[in-house]
């Protein structure tokens, strides 16, 4: 039996999204979020059927010439390095087959969860498109056989992210019966459509860098397909500094996607689109673009011992900011940002030190456990109509046992506590810094006790304690929403089975699947020294959660670490307002005044050229009475002054 093609894998959700978008009503009431999930379950069957399929060997699927000029031809061994025309093609290995099951298996179960979360917008049918259209071009990002087609569906989710950040531009009561309830939606509109730009605008800086890095290697090796790139540099001499810089413009483009420091700003203010997309894009898929970009780039790399540590440093620091600006956020999504930010900031880390599949592990794990935290945060908020600040919560447990109960789950993941798939990803990545940089395992295992402790605070004000709202008649979430989030909590509970380590007794089971797609680079570690590692780890993890129960006990957790340091997230937004910002709009402002003078100016001038020909313009009336009277007002003028003329001379 013939494999199916991977075109189908991004054509389903592509087919969706043009036929939601395009006849939108042939689709009343939910059947276009069930066209839509439909879509995405193909895709996972075509993603799931080719992963049990799959050989030693890569499969590369070519479907038509693109670029000329710039791939290898059959003269390149010869001299001829771009003799070839690059194709769009689809290649699936370990690595790419492990994320399309993550882009079209959690994505359909956000898809399922959405039919309920979504269920009474009037915009309903165009958020399933996006969805749909966010899905298609994460496939084609992550099956890309070459760089530009990769850019390709780089851009397209990044306007997908846009579109669904900004999803609600008009606030969600813009239609509300009263002043009060519009002007309220007026400005939630605003603010949305601002959080939308802003993490358009900052990944245009990350995309640039990308673009160079793409210029770069190009002029570097003549091509731009991965897999002769792969072949290419082993045996091509090149520049050291040149592989460097190109390494270090592609750590620009996925610093800009995974919202890594410097440009991490968008990804709390993202928050302000739909719980689902949150899951979605800025927590499972998009976000770790730029962690699957470096891996998938392993081979420029591992020639690039500097640009590598300025991944793992760029991770570990960003780890560390966003888990300093978690421990005092009130907002019930803004905590899971942080935190996305600083668990990004792990797989950045380990990507880095060249622990790639420790990175991806992580990302695997991740998935599960913050898609479902943030599931369960959406449910809990619209059980509270809309309430977001955790101050307002507490002893939510009574009410919504099942999403408590998952809840727990993924904090207990994401603390790293066994046997939670978080103890193993983490662990993995710690130990890999151990190994190369005792100063990143400081920070990591620093920064694993902070990320229990802002988890535990969340769930303490969350779910433990007395209610402190207004809501009356909570209820928990409904089957919809209850089905996907069972399924991920189990994924958050058992996903780290996958890859036991040796000294635990397992066989390193995902790293050997992963391994014939990316290098290794196994680390030497006593099993004494790793058993010490992992009971670091555990007390960290142990450690945070104790630290949170003792807070909440003292009555004083709602008002966590840092104060308003941490709250408005260590003031880097300030920090570029005051710097960037500010300067820029008063240069604006000085260019809007000279380009006003310059224009009233000229204005004037046209003015002034103009009013004689108006004087004239009022004797073409169109009347001949008018035209005779000037003719013979004319005559007499004339006859005057010759006669006058006539006169003087007559004088003389």
């Known amino acids: 039996m013939n494999a199916l093609p991977l075109y189908l894998l991004p054509l389903f959700p592509l087919l969706g999204f043009a036929l939601l978008m395009l006849l939108p009503r042939l689709f009343p009431g939910r059947s276009g979020g069930l ?23 890569p499969a590369h699927e070519v479907l038509w010439t693109w670029l000329p000029n710039m791939a290898l031809g059959e003269g390149a061994a010869a001299g001829n390095p771009i003799a070839g025309n690059l194709a769009v093609g689809f290649y699936l290995d370990q690595l790419s087959a492990l994320m399309t099951l993550i882009i079209t298996g959690v994505g359909f179960l956000i898809h399922v969860y959405s039919l309920s979360y979504m269920g009474h917008d009037r915009q ?36 997908a992210s846009f579109l669904l950040i900004g999803f609600w531009f008009s606030g969600r009561a813009s239609e509300g019966s009263s ?3 519009r002007e309220a939606s007026g400005r939630e509109g605003i603010a949305n459509s601002n959080a939308a730009r802003k993490a358009f605008l900052m990944n245009r800086i990350g995309d640039l860098g990308f673009m160079l890095g793409m210029f770069l290697l190009f002029k570097l090796y003549g091509t731009l397909s991965i897999p002769e790139l792969a072949e290419r540099v082993e045996g091509f001499p090149v520049a050291q500094a040149g592989i460097e810089l190109a390494c270090l413009f592609l750590l620009v483009g996925a610093v800009g996607k995974s919202g890594q420091l410097p440009l991490t700003t968008w990804l709390p203010d993202a928050m302000a689109g739909p719980t689902p997309v949150s899951a979605l894009i800025h927590a499972a898929t998009m976000v770790t673009a730029g962690v699957y970009l470096v891996a998938r780039s392993h081979f420029l790399y591992d020639l690039a011992p500097n640009a590598s540590l300025w991944v793992a440093w760029v991770g570990g620091l960003t780890a560390l900011y966003g888990a300093l600006s978690a421990l005092n956020q009130h907002d019930n999504k803004k905590i899971l940002a942080y935190s996305t930010v600083s668990q990004l900031g792990y797989m950045f880390m380990a990507v880095g030190l060249h622990a790639y599949s420790a990175g991806v592990f992580h990302l695997l794990t991740h998935a599960f456990f913050k898609a479902l935290l943030f599931l369960a945060a959406g449910a809990v908020i619209h059980a509270l109509h809309e309430e977001q600040d955790v101050r307002a919560m507490g002893g939510l447990r009574k009410f919504m046992p ?15 506590i066994p046997i939670w798939s978080g103890f193993f ?9 151990y190994t190369q940089s005792p100063a990143l395992y400081v920070v990591g295992l620093g920064v694993a006790l902070l990320t229990a402790f ?20 909570i209820h928990d979430a409904d089957t919809l929403m209850k089905v996907p989030l069972g399924i991920l909590a189990a994924f958050a509970t058992l996903a780290g089975f996958l890859n036991i380590p040796s000294f635990l007794g397992g066989g390193h089971a995902f790293d050997t699947y992963l391994g014939r797609a990316i290098p290794l680079h196994p680390h030497e570690i006593a099993a004494s020294t790793e058993w010490l590692l992992t009971l ?17 006990r003292r009555g004083v957790l709602s008002r966590g670490p840092l104060g308003e340091a941490s709250t408005r997230g260590l003031y880097l937004d300030t920090a570029y307002d005051t710097l960037l910002a500010v300067p820029g709009r008063a240069i604006a402002g000085a260019l809007d005044v000279a380009d006003r003078g310059v224009d009233g100016a000229l204005s004037g001038v046209a003015r002034n050229v103009a009013a004689p020909g108006g004087l004239f313009a009022l004797w073409q009336s169109g009347f001949v009475r008018a035209y005779a009277v000037s003719m013979l007002l004319g005559t007499a003028l004339i006859i005057g002054y010759w006669a006058i003329r006539t006169i003087g001379m007559g004088g003389q």
């Open 35 to 57: 066209l839509a999930s439909a879509a995405v379950l193909l895709s996972f069957g075509v993603a799931l059927t080719r992963f049990l399929g799959q050989g030693a060997a």
């Open 124 to 159: 309903f049918t165009r958020f399933f498109a996006f969805l749909n259209f966010f899905v298609a071009m994460m496939l084609v990002l992550v099956l890309a056989d070459s760089y530009p087609l990769m850019f390709v569906g780089w851009e397209g989710v990044g306007v």
């Open 179 to 181: 002043r009060d309830v």
């Open 402 to 416: 099942f999403t408590h109960l998952v809840s727990a789950a993924g904090v207990l993941a994401i603390a790293g």
């Open 425 to 433: 990803s983490k662990d993995a990545i710690l130990a890999a810094a």
């Open 454 to 473: 802002y988890m535990g605070r969340w769930y303490f004000l969350v779910w433990r304690g007395e209610y402190r709202g207004h809501v009356h008649h």
């Open 536 to 552: 670091l780890a555990v007390l960290a993890g142990v450690g945070g959660l104790a630290w949170a129960w003792a807070e909440h």
